[in-house]
């Protein structure tokens, strides 16, 4: 029997109880893996680790809020000390609620809390991932940090807040890889489209609104405007994901990779 990729290696998933990153967990713990599941939500996190037991995975929930600097680090402690050590961490979280507004009627509040979830949680999440993996052995150890297409080659207009936060997420992803490259850290972002999940279809909903037309109307427009002409499937970003934390990226950092059927080929 061929020896499955992540094999007895340990993956940390803040945001994993729905979505990408439920798919994500489920792939890595299909793959060897010993999965921590995490998010706010108890129920949806146990219903992943019941999938992942379902075929005899390994699987643990952490219940974290990543707007708490106290639960990012408890988090990672946590983690450490049920299983010993970190080898991998897919960080896939943001704030995307009350982001469409036009630039001059965000108030401060918005902006701050866009900017302490989507771009001061992802640096705490780093600097306590990072922390840990270079108290272990050298080896090839991976951070994937979710981004968006909004934050690569200029911001959007009407969700500004959420392009100025995934722009941060790309520069400190590429500031990471490039300082500990020689400590067997590679660090990346992943720099998604739109992926048919629950979340992107409320973001549609908001955003028909604004707009003034149905949500079926905006899914047609969004769908032309895709090379590919749909949403990518959960798992088909959980593949991207697995690949770019596994040893066959061992040459991969510093980058952001996206994902999104074309969508930015246009303007990148």
């Not at 809020?65 to 991998?88: F, H, N, P, Q, W």
């Not at 739109?194 to 037309?213: C, K, R, V």
């Not at 690949?243 to 510093?254: H, K, M």
């Amino acid at each position: 029997m061929s020896r499955k990729r992540f094999q007895d290696k340990v993956i940390l998933i803040p945001g994993s109880t729905s979505g990408v990153g439920k798919a994500s967990a489920i792939a890595f713990a299909k793959e060897g893996g010993k999965v921590v599941v995490s998010g706010r939500r108890e129920d949806r996190g146990q219903q992943v680790i019941d999938k992942i037991k379902s075929f005899s995975g390994e699987a643990t929930f952490i219940k974290a809020d990543m707007a708490s600097r106290d639960d990012i680090k408890k988090l990672t402690d946590e983690t450490i000390r049920i299983y010993g050590r970190i080898d991998v961490a897919f960080n896939n979280f943001g704030k995307h609620d009350e982001a469409i507004a036009l630039i001059a009627d965000y108030d401060e509040e918005c902006f701050d809390a866009h900017m302490d979830i989507s771009m001061k949680s992802m640096w705490l999440c780093m600097k306590h991932q990072i922390k840990a993996m270079l108290k272990q052995e050298k080896g090839d150890y991976a951070i994937l940090n979710s981004s968006s297409i909004s934050g690569v080659g200029g911001g959007w207009p009407f969700i500004s807040v959420y392009s100025i936060a995934k722009s941060g997420v790309d520069s400190m992803s590429k500031s990471a890889a490039q300082e500990y490259a020689q400590k067997g850290i590679r660090v990346n972002s992943l720099g998604g489209g739109f992926f048919d999940t629950e979340m992107i279809h409320i973001y549609f909903e908001e955003l028909a609104q604004f707009y003034g037309i149905t949500k079926k109307q905006l899914d047609e427009q969004i769908n032309s405007s895709i090379p590919l002409g749909r949403l990518a499937t959960p798992q088909e970003v959980a593949n991207t994901v697995l690949f770019l934390c596994s040893s066959e990226a061992s040459y991969i950092t510093g980058a952001s990779i996206v994902i999104d059927g074309g969508m930015s080929s246009k303007y990148l």
